[in-house]
């Protein structure tokens, strides 16, 4: 309903396409209404694919642990979707296309099923993650110089460069999540009211 009336406002009809790529969210493959909307699209197939994945896995939950075959398939995805975007732009004719080399769900896969295994060692294996619960502003820093080459995104680069950015991405930005996860909010006074909205909308974004 939204695309419809978005379509009809902007460009005087409705876009019969749009509508059907917005309905299927299939923006990520062919492009809708919203420019951004690709995002949501992978999110989409990422989550129905995970609890397909994780149904799958938990067929016969009386053998137990079987919830620790999770990071194994996480990871191979991490390998898998960097070769995959590397072959994609590899083959690349004329200048780095966006929607082409980023935008693909099998080619962005990777950036959230990093998010799952973040979360996966931060609920099963903690103690792993102790290593960056000190020098909190060094790995901050970190994760910044990690995510600063996408800023160099629109300049000529090689397929190579195209492959790593989202993993740098992720990367950079799940270090400075985790280390804001050991911040403790404030209690009281001005800090806890600055910090109640993004709390509050962090909580039930999802």
């Known amino acids: 309903l939204v695309t419809a009336i978005y379509d009809e406002a902007v460009r005087g009809r409705v876009n019969g396409t749009h509508l059907f790529h917005d ?28 609890a397909l994945l994780l149904a799958w896995l938990s067929r016969n939950p009386k053998e137990g642990a079987w919830l620790k075959r999770l990071p194994g398939i996480l990871c191979g995805v991490l390998v898998a979707v960097f070769v ?9 004719t004329g200048n780095f296309n966006l929607h082409r080399e980023i935008e693909p769900t099998h080619l962005h896969l990777d950036v959230l099923a990093a ?28 994760g910044l110089l990690l995510v600063y080459p996408s800023a160099y995104i629109w300049q000529p680069h090689s397929a190579c460069f195209t492959a790593l950015i989202p993993t740098l991405n992720y990367l950079g930005f799940g270090l400075i999540l ?10 009281g006074g001005m800090g806890k009211w600055l910090i109640w909205p993004f709390d509050y909308f962090g909580k039930h974004s999802y």
């Open 84 to 92: 995959a975007r590397l072959i994609n732009s590899g083959v690349r």
């Open 115 to 142: 998010g799952v295994l973040l979360r996966y060692l931060f609920n099963y294996h903690r103690k792993a993650l102790a290593v960056f619960e000190r020098g909190k502003a060094l790995w901050v820093g970190l």
């Open 178 to 187: 985790f280390v804001a996860t050991q911040i403790p909010f404030p209690t």
């Open 23 to 50: 309905i299927f969210f299939l923006q990520s493959y062919r492009v809708g209404a919203w420019p951004h909307a690709w995002t949501l699209a992978i999110e989409v197939h990422f989550y129905i694919m995970l």
